[in-house]
């Protein structure tokens, strides 16, 4: 096959001519609008969440970061678990205390429990899955830590243990959940919960970002640095 030939193959539509190019345009044409539609629904579904879960969380925002700036400020810190997509946001939250996006506010302690492969996979091989954040917490967590998980379901197994581990031990638990908020909701486990509700896991863990980010906020307010306003 010549190189024509195999671009032809890969890129038909670059040979069309007439006809054939009106038709690419037209479906071209269609396929952005698609994704102007869709891009203004997913503007819209996250600012309604976003809306919902200040009407509903209002007071548990400002008593959560009560309660984490009052860690902080004791000289305690955050362990921040999650799995799959919630796991890349629990390293976001320990980032976000560790290296903060502003020069003027101090960094906080914080660990992201999914960050040391070698032990996460230990643990999940020699005594299971589930028990991956409950042997960290068990090694890592003292009393007047924070424990915050984030699950999508609200009912991950290992975020459970790890929550009922770090009650025994005097950690103080916050949890980010979606759909109805799951068995951390109400199992007795969860100091603070914040339920983002929707059944579409992009848009909960854009809710979980914003609460996220809401909390870390008001923490550094409290701990005397600057607020930021939003860019």
Not at 14 to 31: C, H, I
Not at 68 to 74: M, N, Q, Y
């Amino acid at each position: 096959m010549s190189e024509r030939d195999f671009n032809r193959e890969l890129y038909p539509f670059l040979y069309e001519s007439g006809e054939g190019k009106r038709g690419s345009r037209a479906r071209l044409e269609a396929a952005v609008a698609d994704v102007e539609r869709s891009t203004i629904q997913k503007s819209d579904d996250v600012m309604a969440l976003r809306g919902a879960l200040l009407e509903e969380s209002r007071e548990t925002l400002i008593d959560a970061a009560i309660a984490l700036a009052a860690s902080f400020a004791a000289g305690h810190k955050l362990l921040a678990m999650g799995n799959g997509g919630s796991a890349t946001d629990a390293q976001d939250v320990a980032a976000d205390c560790v290296d903060p996006p502003f020069a003027d506010w101090r960094s906080l302690p914080a660990i992201a429990l999914v960050n040391d492969i070698g032990v996460v996979t230990a643990v999940a091989n020699d005594v299971g899955f589930e028990n991956v954040f409950t042997r960290q917490i068990i090694a890592l967590g003292d009393t007047g830590d924070v424990a915050l998980g984030i699950t999508t379901s609200g009912s991950s197994p290992n975020v459970r243990s790890a929550f009922a581990a770090a009650k025994r031990r005097g950690l103080t638990t916050i949890a980010l959940t979606g759909y109805g908020g799951g068995v951390l909701a109400g199992d007795g486990n969860t100091d603070f919960c914040f339920v983002a509700r929707s059944e579409h896991v992009p848009r909960i863990q854009e809710g979980h970002a914003t609460v996220w980010h809401t909390l870390l906020e008001l923490a550094h307010a409290l701990l005397g640095d600057p607020i930021r306003e939003a860019a």
